[in-house]
């Protein structure tokens, strides 16, 4: 079946980049995508990207796709404090009615 | 540009109780997304309509929940009787089109005493 995975938890100090890993199932999902959700809020479209690219970065924002290995990731140069928040990858599920599949999402903390 | 509108913000409410979350998507998008989020089981897909129509509901839970979209700006999730494990968060989304990026709304935190 469709399935999301993420880590659970990443510590980085203020200043450095942070590496958001995630592995997905479906290979013929069209766009996946990165979500953040900060305590009490919704989820923020972050960035996404399409299944025919390997990149895409967008200021401080680089997602790697690497379609052999259905693996996903997202960095985040120059980390803030007000990057804290938990990260979720998703994937368009296969029935492509636009169904997101989630993973269970990685908590950032940014140490000052 | 306003995003999804959700409310309430917050409900909490006695078992046995109807509530009914509403929605108010993006002018312009064609579909709407219900999702319903616990520290359990995540972020789950409830129902998705598009263009008012009921699409896929597999991911509702009970018959006790039903949704409805009587009109492109509006839309509701209703539970009846409400149960305490129905508490979580009820996130609505929506995109222009069914496999374009959702947005979403802030939320309702739901609460069943």
């Known amino acids: 079946g469709e399935d999301v995975e993420q880590s659970l938890f990443l510590s980085v100090r203020e200043g450095d980049s942070s590496v958001i890993n995630c592995t997905y199932t479906?290979?013929?999902?069209?766009?996946l995508y990165w979500y953040k959700q900060e305590p009490g809020a919704g989820l923020q479209l972050l960035t996404y990207i399409f299944s025919n690219m390997d990149m895409k970065q967008d200021q401080r924002l680089t997602v790697l796709l690497n379609k052999k290995d259905k693996h996903l990731s997202l960095r985040i140069a120059d980390t803030q404090t007000g990057d804290s928040a938990i990260y979720f990858c998703a994937e368009v599920g296969s029935s492509n009615t636009g169904k997101l599949i989630f993973g269970q999402g990685t908590t950032l903390q940014v140490k000052p | 540009d306003a995003g999804v509108i959700q409310s309430p913000r917050h409900e909490v409410t006695e078992m046995g109780q109807e509530v009914t979350l509403r929605c108010k998507p993006i002018s312009g998008h064609n579909s709407l997304f219900w999702y319903r989020q616990t520290m359990m089981r995540g972020l789950e897909l409830l129902i998705y309509f598009n263009n008012n129509v009921p699409i896929d509901d597999s991911g509702m839970p009970e018959d006790r929940f039903s949704a409805k979209m009587p009109n492109a700006s509006f839309s509701t999730l209703k539970i009846q009787p409400s149960e305490p494990r129905d508490s979580a968060v009820y996130f609505c989304?929506?995109?222009?089109?069914?496999?374009?990026?959702?947005?979403f709304g802030d939320g309702t935190r739901l609460s069943i005493l």
């Open positions: 479906d290979s013929s999902s069209t766009y």
């Open positions: 989304a929506s995109s222009p089109f069914p496999n374009q990026p959702q947005h």
